[in-house]
């Protein structure tokens, strides 16, 4: 009977063996396809690119360092001045930073009330939970510089549709991770405060924002570093701030690239340092980290 049941139970195993070799095999194919497609994909669309650009990318890929050195021999010829020039800059700076920083507070509030608008078992209205996640998606998926060159077009130049674009998206962005946070909160909390008779916002308020207050933070100072970024980048299109004066520097030429060199000073120390002061504070929040 035993020699019976080992060599029926043979030819199980290898079934088991040549089923999953023929998996294996297949999954290397779709790899391999996967790979080939986007390896062609990659080709044709830089070929289609560098076919419509003004210049072609192999034709100036020698000249890629000349500008970099022309600013930095400039700058060193000059370096006496970087510190003038820095002080000159810094008011822009520091709308730099206000811009950032008013526009993570709207986002934040913003992509709070969505959050818990479009979380299951939080909601307040729960057939709109589709609604507001579509609201979400869409102010995330719209780059703050198409916003802000439509706002530009209606309010004009300055500050303020950079912000209001920076806003947009940073609540879209910040309603995803909000929501994926309030996902893991433990609802007794909440039906405690609904067994006494607690409105929607003291449910929120009292029950759920206590849990996810140190990720909330968290995820708020890692956007405030991204919408530094975000303002600099939005002042080449007339947004006002650093960006705009650097811009300007740029198109100058030579015999301003001193104050490029200056402003690309401020700017780096600035995220460098922001970059570093959000960290520390992120890694004590979620993590208990304080050094």
Not at 30 to 47: D, E, K, N, P, R
Not at 133 to 151: G, H, K, N, T
Request: net charge neutral.
């Amino acid at each position: 009977m035993t020699g019976i049941s080992l060599s029926s139970a043979a030819p199980s195993v290898d079934s088991i063996q040549t089923a999953y070799m023929a998996q294996v095999h297949r999954r290397r194919l779709y790899g391999g396809l996967t790979l080939l497609i986007f390896v062609i994909l990659m080709v044709s669309g830089f070929h289609v690119a560098d076919d419509r650009n003004a210049g072609g990318f192999w034709e100036g890929l020698h000249q890629i360092g000349d500008y970099p050195a022309d600013v930095l021999s400039e700058a060193w010829e000059k370096r006496a001045d970087l510190p003038a020039l820095m002080v000159k800059y810094f008011p822009a700076l520091v709308e730099t930073i206000n811009i950032a920083a008013v526009s993570t507070l709207i986002g934040a509030i913003g992509g709070l009330f969505l959050s818990l608008l479009g979380t299951r078992g939080l909601a307040k209205w729960p057939r709109l939970i589709p609604l507001f996640r579509r609201i979400s998606d869409v102010m995330r998926a719209v780059p703050e510089i198409v916003i802000a060159l439509v706002l530009i077009f209606v309010l004009g130049g300055g500050p303020v549709p950079a912000m209001i674009a920076i806003a947009i998206h940073t609540a879209g962005a910040l309603a995803k991770l909000f929501s994926e946070v309030s996902e893991n909160t433990d609802l007794k909390a909440v039906e405690g405060l609904t067994s006494t008779g607690a409105t929607w916002f003291q449910r929120m308020l009292l029950g759920v924002l206590p849990q996810v207050a140190p990720n909330y933070v968290s995820y708020t100072l890692l956007r405030f570093e991204i919408n530094i970024r975000a303002s600099a980048i939005l002042g080449f299109v007339g947004a006002g701030g650093l960006g705009y004066e650097l811009r300007n520097s740029m198109a100058w030429g030579p015999g301003r690239f001193d104050e490029a060199a200056a402003i690309f000073i401020l700017l780096f120390g600035t995220i460098v340092f922001f970059d570093q002061v959000s960290s520390r504070y992120r890694n004590r929040l979620t993590e208990g980290q304080g050094q």
